[in-house]
């Protein structure tokens, strides 16, 4: 690659790392998990970074990776939670620092969101996207956004107004 790729592509690193990154997070709910999966989301681009900028939507396009890795990343841990029940069953969250009980709350209900709906809900609420760079991230139509984010936010507000099964998912399945 040329060096005015190069420093295209270093460009475009630096402004959308902390976004795929939050964004990594938001889906994931694994703090640690985010920085890598965007890392691994923008070493995939560097591979096609010629195909991506040609295709005209770069950062639709490395949000759909992040997307994708985190939907691969939480299949397997719910693969590694089926074989080690016990193990996460006895695990507790902790977080570090003054967080409130209302943003563990949102985190733990968005966790509880099948992830499609959850997608749609962190991109166009917590990440601020329209419907269309929410569909085009995601390789979804736009009424499927629209569909998803409502029934997400329908989910989201029945989980926060019910207490006791939160309590209940906190302390129980894992």
């Known amino acids: 690659m040329t060096d005015d790729t190069s420093a295209e592509f270093h460009d475009f690193f630096d402004r959308h790392y902390a976004e795929l990154a939050r964004l ?4 994931t709910g694994e703090a640690d ?4 999966l965007a890392a691994d989301a923008l070493v995939a681009l560097w591979d096609r970074w010629d195909r991506v900028r040609a295709a005209g939507h770069p950062v639709a396009y490395a949000r759909g ?7 691969s990343r ?3 841990a719910v693969r590694e939670r089926r074989r080690v029940a016990l193990f996460w069953s006895r695990r507790q969250d902790h977080t570090e620092g003054p967080d409130l009980a209302a943003v563990l709350d949102v985190r ?3 966790r509880r969101l099948p992830f499609r709906k959850r997608a749609c809900v962190v991109l166009r609420h917590a990440l601020d996207l329209s ?3 929410t569909a085009l991230a995601l390789g979804i139509s736009v009424g499927t956004v629209k569909s ?12 926060l107004g019910d207490r006791t099964a939160l ?3 906190g302390s129980g399945r894992r």
């Open 74 to 76: 939480i299949r397997g």
């Open 108 to 110: 733990q209900a968005l």
């Open 131 to 133: 419907e269309k760079d």
């Open 65 to 71: 990776v992040v997307a994708n890795m985190a939907r």
């Open 33 to 36: 998990a985010a920085d890598d």
């Open 167 to 169: 309590e209940t998912a």
């Open 24 to 27: 990594a997070f938001l889906l």
């Open 148 to 159: 998803q984010t409502s029934k997400g936010m329908a989910e989201l507000e029945r989980l």
